[in-house]
């Protein structure tokens, strides 16, 4: 019985741990898209400037 709630206090908190990860791995994507974006309007932007 004790070996049951060891394994599964050990899964959910496995479990947790990986969302979590999942988490942080988002929001990291989220912001890399964003700051490629921004980066990419910006280089435009000085393209236009210079040639005009």
């Known amino acids: 019985m004790k070996l049951h709630l060891v394994l599964l206090a050990a899964l959910i908190?496995?479990?947790?741990?990986?969302?979590?990860?999942?988490?942080?791995?988002?929001?990291?994507?989220?912001?890399?898209?964003?700051?490629?974006?921004?980066?990419?309007?910006?280089d435009h932007r000085v393209i236009e400037l210079t040639t005009t």
């Open 13 to 42: 908190g496995a479990t947790a741990y990986i969302l979590w990860l999942q988490r942080q791995l988002q929001t990291a994507r989220l912001r890399g898209d964003m700051y490629h974006n921004i980066a990419t309007r910006l």
